[in-house]
C-alpha cells in the first residue's frame, strides 16, 4: 500500500506539473497575441494620423487658395466700381446744350443786347436762364438714373461672377471631403481585414495549443 501511495503522490504532481505547463504555454501565447493585435492597431493608428495630416494640410491650402482668389476677385471688383464713377465724373454734364428753345433764346437776347433793347434782354435772358436751369437739372436726373443703372449692371454681373466662383469653391470642396472619406473608409477597411486576419490566426494558434500532445512527464 506504500507503493501505491507513493505513485498515486507522484501522479497528483505530474498533472500538477502538466496544468503549470499548460498555464505558461497559455499566457506566453496570450501575451504574444496581445503584443501582435497592440502592434497592429498602433500601426492602423500612425497610419489614421497620417493620412488625417495630409487631408488637413491639403484642405487647408486648398481653402487658403479660395480666399486669396476671392479676396483678388472681390479688390478687382472695387476697382472697376472705382473706375466707372470716375468716368461718371468725367462725362458728367457741365452745362445745358442742344435744346432748340434755350438756343433761338439766346439768340433773341443776343439781338435785343445789339438792338440796345435792354430791358426786353433783361427778361428774355431771366427766361432763358430759368430753362437752360431746367434742361440742366434734366440733363443731370438722366445721367444719374443711365449711371446708377450702369452701376446696377455691372454690380449684378459680379454678384454672378462671385456666386459662380463660390459655388465652384464649395462644389470643389465637398468633392476634396468625399476622397477624404474614401480614403479612411478604405484604411478602416484595411484595418478591420488586418484585424479578422489575425483574429482567425490567433484562434489558429490557440487552438492547435489545445490540441497539441503533452509530452510524458515521469518522476526523476
Known amino acids: 500500500s506504500g507503493e501505491y501511495m507513493q505513485a498515486e503522490a507522484c501522479r497528483r504532481q505530474l498533472a500538477e506539473l502538466e496544468v503549470l505547463d499548460d498555464k505558461r504555454k497559455l499566457e506566453a501565447l496570450a501575451a504574444e497575441q496581445l503584443a501582435q493585435r497592440i502592434g497592429m492597431d498602433e500601426a492602423h493608428m500612425v497610419e489614421l494620423g497620417q493620412l488625417q495630416a495630409f487631408w488637413n494640410h491639403r484642405l487647408a491650402e486648398i481653402e487658403q487658395k479660395a480666399h486669396l482668389v476671392e479676396d483678388e476677385m472681390l479688390r478687382r471688383f472695387a476697382d472697376e466700381l472705382s473706375d466707372l464713377r470716375e468716368q461718371r465724373a468725367d462725362t458728367s454734364p ?23 433793347h435792354y430791358e426786353q434782354a433783361a427778361k428774355v435772358k431771366a427766361q432763358a436762364d430759368a430753362l437752360e436751369a431746367s434742361v440742366f437739372e434734366k440733363l443731370q436726373q438722366q445721367h444719374a438714373i443711365k ?33 477624404k472619406e474614401a480614403d479612411e473608409a478604405r484604411l478602416m477597411l484595411r484595418y478591420k481585414n488586418l484585424a479578422n486576419d489575425l483574429d482567425a490566426q490567433q484562434r489558429a494558434e490557440q487552438q ?11 518522476p526523476q
Do not use: C, F, Y
Open 147 to 179: 449711371r446708377r443703372h450702369v452701376e446696377e449692371l455691372i454690380k449684378r454681373k459680379q454678384h454672378n461672377e462671385l456666386s459662380a466662383l463660390r459655388m465652384r469653391v464649395r462644389a470643389g470642396r465637398e468633392e476634396h471631403l468625399r476622397e
Open 94 to 116: 457741365q452745362r445745358a446744350t442742344g435744346n432748340a428753345a434755350l438756343i433761338e433764346l439766346r439768340r433773341k437776347e443776343q439781338a435785343l443786347v445789339r438792338s440796345l
Open 208 to 218: 492547435k495549443l489545445a490540441r497539441a500532445p503533452r509530452p510524458a512527464l515521469t
